[in-house]
């Protein structure tokens, strides 16, 4: 068993009747995981059946096709309190680097700083003659729901900064926090959770999921997937590592991939891009960001803020916007005008309730 082939990503498929070969491997192993306390969903169990067939309904329509596509990571239910939550297969290459650094941001003093936002290790799982599991909570991509007001977006970048320098402090580079391993802690905001892998289904895929704001109810943003992390020993000086090229394969000092670099100033670059990317050249109004996003993008990685620079310089920022830029509404930049007054009433009626609560413009978790 511990010679199948995990580290191979799926293909989707045409009709999803079958279980993947990846899934097959998490299927093999579900009475395992069972005994050990978590509980796999019904597509996954001994003698499963796919619900649509001699019927007239699309796989992708119904609960038990919902497909798990990366053989390395699996949706399950914590079977003691009912909690969804992913597991993950530590595979040789990058397995013990990442356990490394789990295990160290979820461990005290690190674990309840406030700073820390590592998504914290829930439990690890061995399995006979097979690869070490993590168990981290069900998270949410940080951009969906999309942020709705400028004051969210502060929020988000607020905790960004500050678990990267956090990490950084810690001597810990991520080496690759970039759209794909940053989350958002959904329980607020989603308290009847959603589906794992639709994630804008309910829970049994029975309706939408029904979630609030980011205003009425500020999530914790987290970040994931430490297997490209390292971390480093101060007492030899700034770090010169190989680039190991995760999400984002833009950084100026990865395109020759054979020369060390400093990886701290990679982090720096990664959240700068990630701003500009997916904020500046999407949506109107992000020009307050432009300054500092243009130096954390710098072609010279020695020209870059720390991470203590960029969250001083942010903080700067944070002050010079009024409520009224806070509240406002985040707008697409290729938005019709029809759709542009529909959204802009209904943000406006929006608004007026977080007002009249006192609602903070700037949402932070308690």
Same mark, same amino acid.
């Given at each position: 068993?511990?010679?199948?082939?995990?580290?191979?990503? /799926?293909?989707?498929?045409?009709?999803?009747?079958?279980?993947?070969?990846?899934?097959?491997?998490?299927?093999?192993?579900?009475?395992?995981?069972?005994?050990?306390g978590y509980m796999l969903?019904?597509?996954?169990?001994?003698?499963?059946? =796919?619900?649509?067939?001699?019927?007239?309904?699309?796989?992708?329509?119904?609960?038990?096709?919902?497909?798990?596509?990366?053989?390395?990571?699996?949706?399950?239910?914590?079977?003691?309190?009912?909690?969804?939550?992913?597991?993950?297969?530590?595979?040789p290459k990058e397995g013990p680097y990442e356990l490394e650094i789990n295990r160290l941001f979820s461990s005290e003093?690190?674990?309840?700083?406030?700073?820390?936002?590592?998504?914290?290790?829930?439990?690890?799982?061995?399995?006979?003659n097979e690869p070490q599991m993590m168990v981290h909570a069900q998270l949410r991509p940080f951009n969906d729901p999309p942020m709705q007001?400028?004051?969210e977006f502060v929020a988000f970048f607020g905790q960004l900064c500050e678990g990267i320098q956090f990490m950084h402090e810690n001597h810990v580079a991520h080496r690759d926090?970039?759209?794909?391993?940053?989350?958002?802690?959904? =329980?607020?905001?989603?308290?009847? =959770?959603?589906?794992?892998?639709?994630?804008?289904?309910?829970?049994?895929?029975?309706?939408?999921?029904?979630?609030?704001?980011?205003?009425?109810?500020p999530p914790l943003y987290l970040l994931?997937?430490?297997?490209?992390?390292?971390?480093?020993?101060?007492?030899?000086?700034?770090?010169?590592?190989?680039?190991?090229?995760?999400?984002?394969?833009?950084?100026?000092?990865?395109q020759d991939r054979d020369t060390p670099c400093n990886p701290f100033p990679t982090d720096i670059y990664y959240i700068g891009n990630l701003v500009r990317e997916e904020f500046s050249q999407k949506y109107l109004g992000f020009e307050f960001m432009n300054p500092l996003v243009a130096d954390m993008t710098l072609d010279d990685p020695q020209g870059r803020?720390?991470?203590? /620079?960029?969250? =001083?310089?942010? /903080?700067?920022?944070?002050?010079?916007?009024?409520?009224?830029?806070?509240?406002?509404?985040?707008?697409?930049?290729? /938005?019709?005008?029809?759709?542009a007054v529909l959204r802009s009433v209904s943000h406006l009626y929006r608004t007026a309730g977080y007002v009249l609560t006192r609602t903070a413009a700037i949402p932070e978790p308690r």
């Open positions: 068993m511990s010679q199948e082939p995990w580290d191979i990503e /799926e293909e989707p498929g045409r009709d999803g009747g079958d279980l993947y070969p990846g899934e097959k491997l998490w299927a093999n192993r579900q009475r395992a995981l069972e005994e050990a969903r019904r597509r996954y169990h001994p003698g499963w059946k =796919s619900s649509w067939i001699g019927t007239n309904r699309l796989f992708t329509r119904v609960e038990d096709g919902q497909v798990q596509l990366k053989r390395v990571i699996m949706d399950a239910t914590r079977i003691s309190d009912d909690k969804p939550v992913m597991l993950k297969l530590l595979l003093p690190l674990l309840s700083n406030p700073r820390n936002h590592c998504a914290p290790l829930l439990d690890t799982i061995d399995l006979p007001t400028y004051g926090c970039t759209r794909a391993n940053i989350m958002l802690e959904p =329980s607020g905001m989603y308290p009847q =959770s959603f589906h794992p892998v639709a994630i804008n289904r309910s829970r049994d895929f029975r309706k939408k999921a029904n979630g609030y704001s980011r205003t009425r109810r994931i997937d430490f297997g490209l992390s390292r971390r480093y020993d101060p007492a030899n000086g700034p770090p010169l590592d190989k680039p190991l090229r995760g999400g984002d394969k833009s950084a100026p000092e990865h803020p720390t991470a203590q /620079e960029v969250v =001083s310089r942010f /903080e700067e920022i944070k002050r010079g916007l009024g409520v009224w830029k806070l509240r406002s509404r985040i707008a697409r930049k290729n /938005e019709i005008w029809p759709v």
